[in-house]
């Protein structure tokens, strides 16, 4: 993997990591990124403090990518949550680049909708680059009357798993891209 960037200079600006998460952001055992600064504002969001760019930590992508290697081993993959990633997905390029190296799966939550980034994929390569490194795409924003937390039944809520709405898709990207519309992912 070789960038033209000096990966001590480079910072993302994150809420935190969370190690070893298990299942709630993607399936199996992952590292979680959650990234800080979100313009949607959505009511009801359960991390409001990863709104503002400004809050959080920078952490140098030389970190990052040591600490990925570091801990890669017993992962099934890394999520992107935040705050809204897309908003720094050419920081997180060089890290999702270094995941699929080390062979793990790449999910990632954006309060866009698939529709959106590929409407900006026309005007933007590095933009098609991420995507086209993201395994799952949980995508759309947080609708408080549509949370599934308001389900009446565990299957309903089953059904909804590893969202916060009901509007949110969780989407398999690579197929999405090859076929030019969207494909849910298909859980095993």
């Given at each position: 993997m070789s960038f033209n960037l000096d990966l001590k200079k480079v910072f993302v600006q994150l809420a935190g990591i969370s190690y070893?998460?298990?299942?709630i952001n993607g399936p199996g055992l992952r590292q979680v990124y959650f990234a800080q600064g979100c313009p949607h504002h959505c009511k009801g969001c359960f991390n409001p403090e990863t709104w503002s760019e400004f809050g959080g930590k920078k952490y140098s992508l030389e970190f990052l990518i040591k600490d990925l290697e570091k801990n890669y081993s017993m992962l099934e993959g890394i999520t992107l949550s935040g705050g809204d990633p897309i908003l720094q997905y050419?920081?997180?390029?060089?890290?999702?680049?270094?995941?699929k190296e080390l062979k793990l799966d790449v999910w990632c939550w954006t309060g866009y909708t698939f529709e959106e980034l590929t409407t900006f994929m026309q005007t933007d390569y590095e933009l098609v680059t991420f995507l086209n490194n993201i395994d799952v795409l949980v995508d759309g924003k947080?609708?408080?009357n549509k949370a599934v937390k308001n389900?009446?039944?565990l299957e309903e809520q089953e059904k909804y798993k590893l969202r916060g709405s009901t509007n949110q898709r969780i989407i398999d990207v690579k197929q999405s891209l090859k076929q030019n519309k969207v494909i849910l992912y298909k859980f095993n």
């Open positions: 070893n998460s298990a299942e050419k920081l997180f390029l060089p890290l999702i680049l270094k995941a947080f609708v408080i389900l009446k039944t």
